[in-house]
């Protein structure tokens, strides 16, 4: 299912968006503030992002800018008051994909969301390896209904191999891969890499195999 990154500072709201969207099947990673949200971003992007725009450490209009500049294509839901219509055009602008004003009911936020994440899967922007499924601009890896948990530097390291799949890819080509270098960051890559190997087997993926070539590199291929 999703995984939603809800970013709102106001406490009765977000527990109550929390609660009714866990209610919904969804996971959620609630950041009371911009700063939590960049850092839940890293570790774990999600699927879609409901932005408030005012947070106790600056807008989430500047969060929105920094995810596009980034490259992301996350869909973006703003959450904004019946007056903030300067807000919303200028979220719209800063590349939101919608906006729904407070207050709202749960069934309007229920439908803005399945419309949301519908939005990315219709793109014809995919990576198919085996019956993987890889949506670079969401960083995410779907098979069948499970999405395959990677972190970013994890998902870089895959996509460079699904792009090349069959391929031997070396160390030194995976390392630059998350900007890396150095004794001690190898150490970090065979996490990854095993990090990889645990995703794709929790989420049941049996049709590719991720393999060590001795002395050379990895190879993704398809069984």
């Known amino acids: 299912m999703a995984n939603i990154l809800l970013v709102e500072d106001d406490p009765i709201l977000g527990n109550s968006l929390q609660v009714f969207m866990k209610l919904k099947g969804y996971e959620v990673e609630w950041?009371?503030?911009l700063r939590s949200a960049q850092a839940i971003n890293?570790?774990?992007?999600?699927?879609l992002v409901i932005l408030d725009l005012g947070l106790p450490d600056g807008s989430?209009?500047?969060?929105?800018?920094?995810?596009r500049?980034?490259?992301?294509?996350?869909?973006?839901?703003i959450l904004t008051a019946k007056t903030q219509e300067e807000d919303v055009v200028e979220g719209l602008n800063a590349g939101a994909n919608d906006y729904i004003r407070k207050p709202f009911g749960n069934n309007e936020l229920a439908a803005r969301i399945r419309t949301?994440?519908?939005?990315p899967l219709l793109?014809?922007?995919?990576?198919?390896?085996?019956?993987l499924v890889i949506f670079p601009g969401q960083r995410k890896v779907q098979w069948q209904q499970n999405t395959v948990d990677l972190r970013r530097k994890?998902?870089?390291?895959?996509?460079?191999?699904?792009?090349?799949?069959?391929?031997?890819?070396?160390?030194?080509?995976?390392l630059q891969a998350i900007d890396s270098e150095g004794a001690i960051l190898d150490r970090t890559l065979d996490s990854h890499?095993?990090?990889?190997?645990?995703?794709?087997?929790?989420?049941?993926?049996?049709?590719?195999?991720?393999?060590?070539?001795?002395?050379?590199?990895?190879?993704?291929?398809?069984?």
Do not use: W
């Not at 500049?69 to 839901?77: H, K």
């Not at 949301?116 to 939005?119: C, D, T």
């Open 154 to 174: 994890e998902f870089d390291i895959f996509y460079l191999m699904a792009q090349n799949c069959g391929s031997v890819i070396t160390r030194e080509r995976l």
């Open 31 to 33: 950041a009371r503030d």
């Open 42 to 47: 890293r570790e774990k992007p999600c699927d």
């Open 116 to 119: 949301a994440l519908r939005e």
């Open 69 to 77: 500049e980034e490259g992301s294509r996350i869909p973006i839901l």
């Open 193 to 223: 890499l095993s990090h990889i190997r645990q995703s794709l087997k929790k989420a049941g993926v049996t049709s590719v195999r991720l393999s060590a070539v001795y002395g050379v590199g990895y190879k993704l291929e398809t069984r």
């Open 123 to 131: 793109r014809d922007d995919q990576l198919r390896v085996g019956d």
């Open 60 to 67: 989430g209009l500047s969060f929105c800018r920094q995810l």
